[in-house]
C-alpha cells in the first residue's frame, strides 16, 4: 500500500472475515451520498442493508483528507448553551452478510469533495487486498417516467454477465462527473470487472423518498449478485408511496394528463427498445427459463415422484 493509501483509510484489527463458502470473491457495492440520489434511492440503499443485516466495519476512510466541511457542514447541537453533538460523517468500507450469510463488501457514505484520484487508488486497493470479483456502483436520476408503470433500472459496464439481464442504454451520454464514475473507470483500466445500475425515478418526486427505487435497485443486485437481501419492509413502503401517489393522481384531472403523457412516452420508448433487444427482459416481466432448466426441473419433478412412489409402497408378509 502507498503512502497515499495509508493517509486515505485505516483498516480495523483484527480484520473481519470477507470470504464466504462460495467459489469467487466477494460483490462490491458502492453507494456514495450526494450525487445522482434521486428519491434518495442510493442513500436508502446503503441505510437499509446496514439496518437489516449483519456487518461490520473493516477499513475508515479519513474524512479530513476527503471531505470538505464548508460544502458539507455537519448538524451541530447546542444545548443549555453548550455544544452536545455534532453529526458524524462516516465513509466506511464494511463487510455485510446477507440472510444466507453470504458476505459482500459495501462502501457507502459521502461522496469524496477532495482528491479523487488518490481516493479511487485506495478503492482499488481494497478490492484486490479483499478478492473482489464484482463492483456495482449505484446511482439514481430523475426521469421522464410515470409512477404508474414498472422501475426501471439502466445498467453500464464492462461486465457481460452483469448486464445480461439489464436494460441498457445504446447511446453516447455526457453526463457530470462523480468519484463513483472516476472509480468505475479506474477498475475498468485496471482489468476488474464493473458495472453501473441506474435507477430511474419520476421527477416530479425525485425529492422525496421513493421506496420503490430503493427497492428496484436493490432486487437487482440481489439477482446480479446472487445475494438473499431483505426486501419485505421496503415492499410494503413502496406499496404504500404507490397508494397515496394514485389516489393524488385520481383527484387532479390536470395530474392525470401529464401522467398519461408520461405513459405513452414510456410504453414507446420501452417498445422500441425490444424491437431491438427482442430476446432482453423487460421492466415487470420475469426472465423465462431456458429449456434445459425447464428440462432439469421436470427430472427433478420425475425423480420426487418415483421416491414418493418407494416409500409408499409395502410389501405384504406372507400367511
Given at each position: 500500500m502507498s503512502d497515499n493509501n495509508d493517509r486515505m483509510y485505516e483498516l480495523e484489527y483484527p480484520s473481519p472475515e470477507v470470504s464466504?463458502?462460495?467459489a469467487g470473491g466477494p460483490t462490491?457495492?458502492?453507494a456514495l451520498q450526494g450525487y445522482?440520489?434521486?428519491?434518495?434511492?442510493v442513500e436508502s440503499s446503503s441505510s437499509h442493508l446496514m439496518?437489516?443485516?449483519?456487518?461490520r466495519l473493516i477499513a475508515s476512510f479519513n474524512n479530513d483528507e476527503l471531505i470538505d466541511y464548508r460544502s458539507r457542514r455537519p448538524v451541530v447541537v447546542i444545548e443549555h448553551n453548550e455544544v452536545t453533538s455534532m453529526d458524524e460523517l462516516n465513509l466506511g468500507l464494511h463487510v455485510v452478510r446477507d440472510n444466507d450469510n453470504k458476505p459482500f463488501l459495501m462502501l457507502s457514505g459521502p461522496e469524496p469533495d477532495l482528491?479523487?484520484?488518490d481516493f479511487s487508488n485506495a478503492v482499488v486497493d481494497l478490492v484486490e487486498k479483499f478478492g473482489v470479483e464484482n463492483t456495482i456502483c449505484l446511482y439514481a436520476a430523475p426521469m421522464t417516467v410515470p409512477h404508474t408503470r414498472p422501475t426501471v433500472v439502466t445498467a453500464h459496464g464492462n461486465s457481460t454477465d452483469r448486464l445480461k439481464d439489464q436494460v441498457s442504454l445504446d447511446t453516447r451520454m455526457t453526463v457530470p462527473g462523480s468519484a463513483s464514475l472516476m472509480l468505475e473507470k479506474l477498475l475498468k483500466d485496471k482489468g476488474k470487472n464493473v458495472s453501473?445500475?441506474?435507477?430511474?425515478v419520476p421527477h416530479y418526486v425525485s425529492a422525496s423518498p421513493y421506496p420503490a427505487a430503493t427497492?428496484?435497485?436493490l432486487q437487482s443486485i440481489a439477482d446480479s449478485a446472487d445475494l438473499n437481501l431483505p426486501l419485505l419492509a421496503l415492499e410494503r413502503d413502496a406499496e404504500k408511496v404507490h397508494r397515496q401517489l394514485m389516489e393524488q393522481t385520481e383527484e387532479s384531472s390536470e395530474i392525470q394528463r401529464v401522467v398519461g403523457a408520461l405513459e405513452q412516452q414510456y410504453d414507446s420508448e420501452l417498445e422500441r427498445y425490444r424491437n431491438r433487444h427482442p430476446q432482453a427482459v423487460m421492466p415487470g416481466e420475469s426472465e423465462l427459463p431456458s429449456g434445459d432448466e425447464i428440462g432439469a426441473e421436470f427430472e427433478k419433478f420425475l425423480a420426487d415422484l418415483d421416491d414418493q412412489g418407494g416409500s409408499d409402497h409395502k410389501e405384504t408378509p406372507e400367511a
Open positions: 464466504g463458502q462460495t462490491l457495492i458502492v445522482a440520489d434521486a428519491g434518495h434511492a439496518d437489516a443485516l449483519d456487518h482528491r479523487w484520484g453501473g445500475y441506474t435507477v430511474h427497492l428496484k435497485l
